[in-house]
């Protein structure tokens, strides 16, 4: 992975930032990687705060 699209491929966590370094899998099955880590990071709000689909990440909230 090119070090300028680390950046792009970062997500935050209660317990702090992260950004890929390297595809485990190659970018083959980047979507499946992302996909697993997204399910297992929020296992305890999907489908109630959040909604994550392949490469796409939304928060529900009350307020703007």
């Known amino acids: 992975m090119l070090s300028e699209d680390e950046e792009l491929i970062a997500f935050r966590t209660p ?3 992260y950004c ?3 595809m485990p899998f190659g970018l083959i099955y ?3 990687t992302y996909q697993c880590a997204m399910q297992k ?3 305890d ?3 109630k705060n959040v909604e994550c689909y392949v490469d796409d ?3 529900k909230s ?3």
């Open 15 to 17: 317990n702090g930032i």
């Open 45 to 47: 709000m999907l489908h």
């Open 41 to 43: 990071i929020f296992s």
């Open 62 to 64: 009350q307020k703007r």
């Open 30 to 32: 980047a979507g499946a």
């Open 20 to 22: 890929y370094k390297v």
């Open 57 to 59: 990440l939304v928060i």
